[in-house]
């Protein structure tokens, strides 16, 4: 990893000065370790979506960003991230210790006819991602935290890439304006669970094609509801995988608390940019509990 940490040398002084926590104290040589991976929350009607990323950067509160640039752009398909599983972007990469404004994902994704960053639909056409303003911006994720002296920080960044990916009319290729969550490795728990064969061939018109999708809201006793841009949103979806005649499902990375989860098989037709009515089946509240892993269980 070649680690550019511009301009940081006369704010350094400042940046430490206010650091707590830990054992550094205001310790000048204080520093912590930071660890940041990727997962996604998927999207129907798709082979592959795979982003190239170029490097990472993180904005100390009373500092300039600092950069870590890869030697090797990461090409991620990020269908291939789903539950539980994530990609690792930096592995205990030693900062400051003190606080942080955001954090900014260098990406690929010009609209220039280079199959960089792309995506792959069900009929195998391919078509290229870019991302409006990409190559100055990249995709930044307001959300502070902080790094305890030497304490270590492990955040995965969670992309929902139904909410995400458009297809506007008359362009060649696919806007990706993304939906990011932040989350603290430490404070996720995760929810899986089966779907019973019966209600699968209920719902579905045909499960050789689609077998459904569970979505999942932040609070208990939650009127499931489409996506639309809405508070009510879903927090994430997940797809169902099928083997056997055994439908499963898995949703990671879920920030301890209460939740909503539903069943449906109408999530093809759910639109992120208007609101769509759809059927769900199987409300139910659960409670996701740090490290562990809850099971929900879908029946006719």
């Not at 009510?232 to 055994?246: G, K």
Request: glycine residues 10%; negative net charge.
């Amino acid at each position: 990893m070649n680690k550019t940490m511009s301009s940081i040398a006369v704010s350094m002084a400042m940046i430490l000065s206010g650091c707590g926590g830990g054992s550094g104290g205001s310790d000048d040589d204080a520093t912590g370790s930071f660890s940041l991976s990727v997962t996604d929350g998927p999207i129907d009607s798709a082979n592959q979506v795979v982003v190239v990323f170029t490097g990472v950067s993180i904005k100390p509160a009373d500092g300039t960003a600092m950069e870590f640039t890869f030697d090797t752009p990461m090409s991620i398909d990020l269908l291939q991230l789903q539950g539980s599983i994530a990609e690792d972007l930096l592995s205990n990469e030693t900062i400051p210790a003190g606080d942080y404004d955001w954090v900014r994902l260098h990406v690929t994704a010009e609209h220039d006819d280079i199959m960089d960053s792309f995506i792959e639909l069900s009929d195998g056409t391919q078509k290229e991602i870019w991302v409006p303003s990409g190559s100055k911006t990249g995709l930044k994720l307001v959300q502070g935290f902080t790094v305890a002296a030497g304490g270590n920080v492990d955040f995965t960044i969670d992309f929902d890439l139904r909410k995400s990916l458009t297809d506007p009319q008359g362009l060649s290729g696919v806007i990706l304006k993304p939906t990011l969550r932040l989350v603290d490795n430490i404070s996720v728990g995760s929810v899986a669970g089966s779907i019973d064969a019966s209600l699968v061939s209920e719902l579905c018109a045909d499960a050789s094609i689609d077998d459904g999708t569970v979505y999942i809201y932040s609070g208990a006793d939650i009127t499931p509801s489409d996506l639309s841009g809405a508070d009510s949103d879903p927090v994430t979806t997940a797809l169902v995988n099928s083997e056997d005649s055994s439908y499963q499902y898995e949703i990671g990375f879920l920030v301890e608390g209460d939740y909503t989860i539903a069943y449906t098989c109408d999530a093809v037709s759910d639109d992120p940019l208007v609101v769509d009515e759809l059927t769900f089946s199987g409300t139910t509240n659960v409670s996701v509990t740090a490290g562990t892993t809850s099971t929900i269980d879908f029946q006719l």
